[in-house]
């Protein structure tokens, strides 16, 4: 990236979107763990100005300025598919797959900071120059700072559940984030979920089948997705499985 390239320039005529402005009242996290030491301190310094997108800030540590806009081609130095990952974690699936996929861009989105560490860690290890890490709040990456049509696939791989009943209007699956999706992805675009939690498998695919922007393509013989090629079992799945919990899967094409 030269100099004069500005990959986040400002709309200044942006407001929030109304989908935007419900998430911001209930969140779907609780950000917990911000600090870094030893060998994650160490990453974060080294490797940030490499790998961490300096968004433009709101109100909040994790906020997007509304005015603000992604320029993929000037924040990766081409144009390339862009896959983005909600939810990020350690960042085992992405870097493997930016690792497999040079040819295709990875944005990975979380708000914990150790994990965002461990991530770029992992991607300096593995060579993965391909990748780009933002630290900010999904609904409004989706809602404002990514351009409508800017994206090929969306991941959410294991998003928390919050098993608890009265949590539930935590949970990020919803129609109102289900818009937003829709608004980034291109036509013929793919988001790809995949969840441990049995009841909140059915909830998504409940909630994105009464989506019009979405067509469902989960034709397994349980009505879900056959398991994505392209997602790794990462530690926390074998998790899951171990404690009996059955994986499932499932793709929504943009219409």
């Known amino acids: 990236m030269t100099e004069h390239e500005n990959p986040f320039p400002q709309d200044a005529g942006a407001t929030p979107s109304a989908s935007v402005e419900r998430h911001r009242g209930v969140l779907s996290f609780v950000r917990r ?19 961490l997108m300096d968004v433009p800030r709101g109100d909040g540590e994790t906020s997007v300025d509304p005015a ?10 081409r144009r390339a598919p862009l896959i983005v990952e909600i939810g990020a974690g350690l960042g085992d699936a992405v870097v493997a797959a930016a690792a497999a996929a040079p040819e295709t861009d990875f ?18 290890r593995a060579g993965a120059t391909n990748i780009r890490v933002i630290e900010a ?3 409004e990456v989706f809602g404002t700072l990514l351009r409508p049509g800017s994206v090929d696939e969306v991941w959410m791989f294991f998003p928390d559940p919050w098993p608890k009943k009265r949590h539930h209007k935590r949970r990020l699956v919803s129609p109102s984030f289900a818009d937003l999706v829709a608004r980034v992805l291109r036509p013929g675009g793919r988001w790809r979920l995949a969840t441990d939690w049995e009841e ?41 499985i171990a404690a009996g919990r059955i994986i499932r899967d499932l793709t929504y094409v943009r219409r």
């Open 33 to 51: 763990g911000t600090r870094l030491q030893g060998k994650q301190l160490a990453a974060w310094e080294r490797l940030s100005g490499r790998y």
């Open 68 to 77: 603000a806009r992604l320029d993929a081609a000037a924040l990766f130095g």
């Open 107 to 124: 944005i990975a989105l979380d708000v914990y900071r150790p994990g965002l560490s461990d991530l770029m860690r992992k991607a300096d």
């Open 137 to 139: 709040n999904a609904p």
């Open 200 to 240: 909140y498998a059915e909830q998504m695919r409940e909630t994105l089948g009464g989506v019009a922007a979405f067509a469902p393509a989960n034709d397994g013989a349980d009505g879900f997705a056959p398991r994505f090629a392209g997602r790794i079992e990462t530690g926390f799945e074998r998790k899951g």
